[in-house]
């Protein structure tokens, strides 16, 4: 990795609730869970989050509700070794959060999201950031109108620089709403959901990577995860490379799990690796991810990113 | 009510974060929520809300996570006028929460409660407060072998003093654990929940009151609610009187419903008022309350509690 080693993380920071039950409540009960904890989410945070244990320099940019949340946020993100110097503090509004429901019996996860008033980042806020220090700058797709300005601004902070000074910028396409489509030609790297494929009605990976990679401007990557059957992936013209899943002995937490492929192969595209071994390693952080409750027990698993891209072998799943 | 008109009541205080939805989730599906706030619960600290909302002048007495949650626990409770300079901060333990999921289309509730490692408020806690200025102290039905010692400290306290000074004690038996029978014979006045008299096998409120009084001490008031039907209660040897229900057009949260039943009987018997007017004004109060969503609304409700207590049908249900 260059000196710029920094990879900034542009979207929404939330509040997880997380309540682990041993069975999806029956409506109109009480229950005690198993555990309940908080977890900082949105799926820049988590990414920023994960690049953080890699050991990579992982900055998160995006609004946050200047609420009782906040100070959790704050101290959950310096844990990861996340920088939030950029983040946009707002006064008078509420956290976007979360209750998130685990049951142990299924090991569903069941989501009820509330966002009342917490603005989105401006073009205006991202100007105001000194883009120089960043080798990558990945966008979560929401916001759709202004990230894809930001994104014109990163070009246009890249022309006139020496190639290798270029910053590359990834944009994640998840959610099954018409508007993200707007986004794919923008970045030199596009992530693709299941989700996404689904409502646009593409039936698998090959027609997923085909189909976007006609949106997606020449050269760029389309990296396509796809849950229990690994990933897919390809490069302007290039041939498309596969990663199966690398599953645990048992599911426990699938919270995260999309935003963890995300950030480890970007995490592996910007080391250099190449494209195969970069979704390769991202499938088996997922697999880790998914094995283990919520982030702390990351780190035991992957210690030095770095180390684990030189010998994949070594990751413990 | 005499110059001593403080009210303490000694409890659980824990956060719910209450999501409205329109319908109870499917398990395993993603939604947005119509609303999600957090709210003050716990028994003994919905009790002293509903004091505070009457103009009492209403304390709490328990113990209180030294977490995140604690300064929008301790603003919440200023907020309603609670004194809370007696709760026992506990450092280093997890503030117990409940996510609460409240459904538009069938008025259910469903908790998912969790209480890792607060501590109960310990006899210790309870003899380093000065009894002299409360006029009543209401006791949540639970952390049973010190509570029963408290209550033993109050009666001890009353001791010597002419009956105008002694300190009335309440106690609340509402969850369906046979440890709470305990209780019963200790305090002065006794409410006995609906779910608790369902646990003994009790078939009706009248059953109810003549078990629970043959367990009370001779001359102490047993208070029985029973949601929809109403209340009855009983003093000594005395006739059981009755109230109706007082419900609202619609009832959109019953959350807290039960604890305002009681503060709005022990507000009523603290200002002197008889027995059957005392649960009227109970089941009037807490007819309104379910009729909003939580406490906020209940302010232009209720405007002055000594002022309703005199004009009883001027509560704007």
């Known amino acids: 990795m260059s000196p710029r080693e920094n990879i900034l993380c542009v ?63 704050l101290e959950d993100f310096a844990k990861y070794g996340v920088n939030t110097e950029q983040a946009v503090v707002c006064k008078g509004c509420e956290c976007p959060s979360s209750c998130v429901i685990l049951s142990r019996a299924t090991a569903s996860r069941t989501i009820i999201h509330s966002n009342k008033n917490l603005p989105e980042l401006s073009v205006e806020d991202f100007a105001q950031v000194d883009l120089t220090p960043y080798q990558w700058i990945h966008f979560e797709g929401r916001n759709v109108a ?6 014109k601004l990163v070009r246009e902070h890249n022309k006139g620089l020496p190639r290798g000074e270029f910053i590359t910028t990834s944009v994640e396409i998840e959610k099954a709403k ?4 707007a986004l794919i030609p923008l970045a030199d790297v596009v992530f693709v959901s299941k989700d996404f494929a689904a409502f646009k009605g593409y ?5 997923t990577l085909e189909r976007v990679k006609a949106l997606a401007h020449p050269g ?11 990933a897919s992936a390809c490069q302007g013209s290039g041939v498309m490379v596969h990663s199966p899943a690398f599953p645990p002995a048992s599911v426990v937490d699938t919270l995260g799990a999309g935003d963890t492929f995300n950030a480890a192969t970007i995490f592996a595209l910007a080391h250099g690796s190449a494209l195969e071994d970069s979704i390769r390693f991202g499938c088996r952080v997922a697999g880790a991810k998914v094995g283990v409750i919520g982030w702390e027990p990351m780190r035991g698993l992957l210690g030095s990113g770095t180390l684990l891209l030189k010998n994949e072998a070594s990751l413990a799943t």
């Open 220 to 230: 760029a990557v389309v990296v396509c995860p796809w849950g229990e059957e690994g």
């Open 178 to 181: 018409p508007e993200l489509e």
């Open 146 to 151: 202004n990230v894809a300005q930001m994104i």
């Open 11 to 73: 979207g929404l920071c939330c509040l997880d609730i997380v309540s682990q039950v041993s069975h999806f409540p029956k409506e109109d009960t009480d229950q005690r869970c198993l555990e309940q904890r908080w977890q900082r989410g949105g799926n820049a945070a988590n990414n920023s989050t994960v690049l953080g244990l890699l050991g990579a320099k992982a900055a998160f940019l995006g609004t946050i509700a200047d609420s009782h949340e906040k100070r959790f946020l």
């Open 203 to 207: 039936s698998n990976k090959a027609e």
